[in-house]
């Protein structure tokens, strides 16, 4: 399939790295695709950045028929762009495909079109350390049609958007907390697709935290209400003693890209890690015997949020000394190092922007 590509009449002015905030600025062009069952995917299109106009009925405004991926492009020292391990976010936007009876999509393809409109767009990546260039794509079920089926026409979207840290903090830690009064999702659902509704099931019980002065949830598993499984924004690892531990794959959890990348690059250290059932109370235990050494979230949008601070219940437990520990500090430094092209890239991650 050729992409056609319509410019931009006007280029926006590009706001100074320093004034980057996550998610409120947009470049350029974005790129879209449709699909209908006799054509499949088809029309794809570089088009200037807008507005996008549907029917009221649309299913996907009455339904929650969406997907969607993140991951970003980063300024090398030397000048150039790359990208880090997106066909793992395209193989996983075809899991949640699935999931949620969309239908699958070229990776190659979506590769093309990915560093076609990067390359465009590439006067938008950043430079400072910290920024980057956040890649949304995302599909959206389009039928006009109110009636609960799975959709026969889809749109899919790539936007792009320079940012910087994902949290206020900043890599400083954040305070998390546990509520056992609501779930975000539970297992033989949709939880380990990365799909719009599991995203809005979390949004009251954050304002909570956010009322306690907690940055994010760390959400239970959904059936009995004890074991830890992921925080809002990212999946979570603990330091207990000498051993690396994070929340197994059960179903209800996303199997995140920055996830696989720590638990890749601990063990290349000859770290044990463990991917295993953790009870919240086994956490507050290894607390109060001093083995709880360290706790951090790993996601594309913070890369590695160390955790200074969990609440659970009336219960508050401060991590160590309350600041960033040496393994999420080296972590964070390694896992950069490798996206800003500053440190060889022994894990074959990283895919180079080269100028069309």
């Not at 939880?191 to 239970?220: D, F, I, M, P």
């Not at 999946?235 to 003693?241: A, D, E, H, M, S």
Request: hydrophobic content about 40%.
């Amino acid at each position: 399939m050729d992409i056609s590509i319509k410019k931009a009449d006007k280029l926006k002015d590009h706001p100074s790295d320093s004034a980057l905030g996550f998610g409120t600025i947009f470049t350029d062009h974005m790129f879209s695709m449709d699909y209908n069952p006799e054509k499949g995917w088809h029309n794809a299109l570089i088009e200037p950045y807008g507005p996008i106009t549907m029917s009221p009925a649309t299913m996907v405004l009455h339904y929650g028929q969406a997907i969607f991926e993140g991951l970003k492009a980063y300024r090398t020292p030397d000048g150039n762009v790359q990208l880090f391990r997106p066909m793992d976010n395209f193989k996983r936007l075809n899991r949640s495909a699935e999931m949620l009876c969309i239908p699958q999509v070229d990776e190659n393809f979506l590769m093309k079109a990915l560093l076609k409109i990067v390359d465009m767009e590439r006067a938008w990546v950043p430079s400072a350390t910290g920024t980057s260039l956040y890649i949304r794509p995302f599909i959206i079920a389009t039928d006009p049609y109110i009636g609960l089926k799975s959709s026969s026409t889809y749109r899919f979207f790539m936007i792009l958007s320079p940012v910087g840290a994902y949290y206020p903090e900043g890599f400083n830690p954040v305070k998390i907390w546990v509520t056992r009064d609501y779930v975000r999702a539970v297992r033989g659902g949709v939880g380990r697709a990365k799909t719009a509704g599991n995203y809005a099931a979390s949004l009251y019980a954050t304002e909570l935290a956010h009322k306690e002065g907690y940055t994010q949830v760390l959400w239970l598993d959904g059936v009995e209400l004890k074991y830890v499984e992921e925080v809002g924004s990212m999946n979570i690892f603990f330091k207990l003693g000498d051993e690396i531990v994070t929340p197994e794959l059960n179903g209800s959890i996303l199997s995140g890209v920055t996830r696989d990348s720590v638990i890749t690059m601990a063990k290349s250290w000859g770290m044990k890690v463990s991917e295993r059932r953790i009870a919240i109370d086994e956490l507050f235990e290894a607390h109060k015997t001093g083995e709880l050494q360290e706790v951090f979230g790993s996601g594309t949008a913070a890369v590695i949020s160390p955790v200074g601070n969990i609440k659970y219940h009336e219960k508050a437990i401060t991590i160590g000394d309350g600041n960033v520990g040496p393994v999420a500090s080296r972590m964070f430094n390694e896992l950069m190092d490798i996206q800003y092209g500053k440190a060889e890239d022994k894990f074959g991650w990283t895919v180079p922007v080269n100028p069309a």
